[in-house]
């Protein structure tokens, strides 16, 4: 199978309405916001959806959530091992890798294993072995998500009907809570897929796919308490297919070429030679 043999770019515009798209744990899980305001999703994040949606739809995938994984692996370095064997820290992990998970030759990775300790002659102090890191430099890059214009966050207080401990005849202050959500906000996120890159992950133009058919439903089967079934929706996917590997345009032009309206409707600049597709949400 050859790898990616055109650059491609592409955009994500989506709607958020109550619902916390994305929270921060350092401050008390509120939807994250920048400084002035406008509402932010990480590339983590949507990274994280993207993995989930893909395994869903029967790929294999290295970075899990472990209340979705599909083995009996404890961590990212046990189930490199029980899949890698012996091979697993050779020369041979990144081609092994790159061939087994498609997040790993899509995003990227970076195999991480500690140094071991090593005891020495009688006499000698214990010493450490060199730790070893092997880094994967995935082509496909996602940008955070910004909202269009500056959200408007509403907090609200929460009680629990029943004690969670005790006899149940108290009930202290640690049964209240807050949940945060912002009302109603569109938001639009951007990525890139380098071919150069693919050439040492092995990334195909099917793989290249298999993402434009998973970005329209990157929200299903995501709900939670947070996101309730139907709150957090793509609207809308534009896809640029340049004719050449290095591509007609840089990644930044294309990317400036799309204006977000703050009702979810898009304007696109024309760039010659370069045909954008629109693909409704799912």
């Not at 509120?30 to 949507?46: K, L, Q, S």
């Not at 091979?87 to 498609?102: I, P, Q, R, V, Y």
């Not at 000698?124 to 998500?145: F, H, L, M, N, Y």
């Not at 380098?194 to 298999?210: C, H, I, W």
Request: net charge neutral.
């Amino acid at each position: 199978m050859t790898s990616l043999q055109n650059k491609i770019d592409f955009a994500v515009v989506l709607s958020v309405k109550h619902a916390n798209p994305n929270g921060d744990p350092l401050n008390g899980n509120r939807p994250r916001t920048d400084y002035n305001g406008f509402g932010e999703i990480t590339d983590v994040c949507i990274k994280r959806k993207l993995r989930d949606r893909l395994l869903e739809s029967g790929q294999d995938i290295f970075v899990q959530s472990d209340d979705r994984k599909k083995d009996d692996a404890t961590s990212l370095k046990d189930r490199a091992e029980k899949v890698l064997g012996k091979a697993f820290g050779s020369s041979e992990t990144t081609k092994l890798a790159c061939e087994k998970w498609f997040d790993v030759r899509a995003f990227g990775q970076l195999f991480a294993m500690t140094s071991k300790k090593t005891k020495k002659k009688e006499g000698e102090e214990e010493g450490d072995t060199k730790g070893v890191s092997i880094p994967i430099r995935g082509p496909v890059t996602i940008q955070s998500a910004f909202s269009q214009e500056p959200v408007e966050i509403t907090s609200t207080q929460i009680t629990k009907s029943v004690s969670g401990e005790g006899d149940g005849s108290k009930r202290g202050s640690d049964t209240m809570g807050m949940k945060h959500r912002v009302d109603g906000a569109i938001y639009a996120f951007f990525g890139s897929m380098n071919p150069q890159l693919a050439e040492r992950t092995g990334f195909s133009d099917q793989d290249a796919e298999v993402v434009k058919q998973m970005l329209p439903k990157l929200f299903e089967n995501d709900a939670s308490s947070a996101r309730p079934e139907g709150s957090m929706e793509v609207l809308k996917v534009v896809w640029w297919k340049h004719n050449s590997k290095a591509g007609q345009y840089s990644s930044a032009k294309v990317h400036r070429s799309v204006s977000v309206k703050s009702n979810g409707e898009i304007e696109i600049h024309s760039l010659d030679g370069l045909i954008p597709e629109i693909i409704p949400g799912f």
